[in-house]
């Protein structure tokens, strides 16, 4: 019996088919509902606003007022994610950046700038690098080295601070909140069109490929780019945004397209997922379970110079509960507890749905029992989300694996 082969033009386009229905599933509410969450919440609060005589709710002003706010808890959730992927969490950042800034502050005036920098910054790596040997090597759960860590660092503030706040006579980390970063529109626009171009590429390059995918990167690239094109033209004032803004959108491109593309990024998801393959596949668990808690450690410090910078003070009670609200955040972007598996690009959407949900209430001059409750029913509803979507997912996972044939054993002569 002579079997027929497709035509290649017929399988190419089967194919093709095929990895564009994949790449639709990225954008059922499972996978993307924080996206979906976020662009019902604003419709919502832009009605609102509406109907109750309030100003416009999207206007320029008030989108950056947002980005802002976001900014520094949005590069914690970036790193917070990095830190769940492998496979645990830390507790300490809050604390971590307000020692961090506590430093900063006290020690800029008498050694200068720089130095005063650098010892902020090597302070959260020493704990970063402390919490990472107590979980990896000692052996103890990062639960409570992370929340141990949380309180004895935060104890050290109220030291180094004495219980006072502190204000620094130079105004050099103030630069960091005060600088503003404007783009033209015609550079954002060219973004834009890069962006587009490039899904075009990744399009014409699955077409000739039978193993690249067209997934949630593929839909990410085209959103991105209309997104751009539509701020660029129709509001090119949010091209005008301080340094922390334009931090927090470096980390996370960099932090994303190096999990996706880069080898330790997929070595690090390998780790969480399942960290006795990694072993056996050759991968130093060690190094991708501890590295994530280092960058945690900096990333902390770097956010608490940013709160130094735009306060020029700290107290001792500074950032108490960010800790809370950046896994929060990675949750609601859909980051697994249990490692393997989470977005950075997520994550930061995630955080941007809290402080909408803050601003919003703000502007509608509700109390904070209110936000606390609805933060707290919009936090539990993305988790039983999620949750059941991934028991769906292994499901039919499993039938498929069921009902799929058993190859027929070979027979020889």
Request: glycine share 8%.
């Amino acid at each position: 019996m002579t079997i027929q082969k497709p035509p290649h033009d017929q399988a190419q386009s089967i194919g093709v088919g095929a990895r564009l229905r994949s790449a639709s599933q990225s954008l059922r509410p499972q996978r993307a509902g924080v996206v979906y969450a976020l662009v019902l919440l604003v419709v919502i609060l832009v009605v609102t606003t509406v109907v109750m005589g309030q100003p416009t709710y999207l206007s320029s002003t008030n989108i950056s007022n947002i980005l802002g706010q976001v900014a520094p808890d949005a590069i914690l959730a970036v790193f917070m994610t990095v830190v769940l992927i492998s496979g645990n969490f830390d507790l300490s950042v809050a604390s971590v950046a307000a020692l961090s800034a506590a430093i900063a502050l006290k020690t800029i005036d008498t050694i200068g700038t720089i130095p005063a920098i650098l010892i902020a910054l090597a302070i959260g790596a020493i704990v970063g690098f402390a919490n990472a040997i107590l979980v990896q090597k000692v052996g103890v759960n990062a639960f409570i080295v992370t929340l141990g860590a949380m309180t004895a660092v935060r104890g050290v503030v109220l030291i180094v601070l004495n219980g006072e706040s502190v204000t620094a006579t130079s105004r050099d980390l103030v630069t960091i909140d005060e600088v503003v970063l404007s783009f033209p529109y015609w550079v954002g626009a060219l973004v834009g069109i890069g962006l587009l171009a490039l899904a075009v590429f990744r399009f014409r390059q699955a077409r000739l490929s039978t193993a690249l995918p067209l997934d949630g990167f593929f839909v990410a690239l085209i959103i991105a780019g209309i997104v751009t094109l539509i701020i660029s033209f129709a509001a090119p004032d949010l091209l005008a945004q301080p340094l922390p803004v334009w931090i927090m959108v470096f980390v996370t491109v960099a932090v994303s397209l190096g999990l996706r593309f880069l080898v330790p990024g997929r070595k690090l998801y390998a780790v969480g997922s399942n960290p006795e393959a990694a072993r056996l596949s050759g991968i130093n668990v060690n190094f991708y379970k501890m590295a994530p808690f280092v960058l945690s450690g900096l990333a902390a410090a770097a956010v608490g110079l940013i709160y130094a910078g735009r306060f020029n003070s700290v107290d001792p009670n500074a950032l108490t509960g960010t800790e809370l609200t950046v896994i929060a955040a990675a949750i609601l972007g859909g980051t697994s507890l249990f490692g393997g598996a989470g977005y950075v690009g997520k994550s930061v959407l995630g955080t941007v749905i809290l402080f909408t949900l803050s601003n919003g209430f703000n502007m509608l001059n509700l109390g904070s029992n209110y936000q606390y409750v609805v933060q707290g029913v919009v936090l539990i509803a993305a988790s039983a989300v999620y949750t059941v979507a991934s028991r769906s997912r292994n499901r039919r996972k499993l039938a498929e694996a069921v009902s799929a044939p058993t190859p027929a054993p070979a027979v020889e002569g």
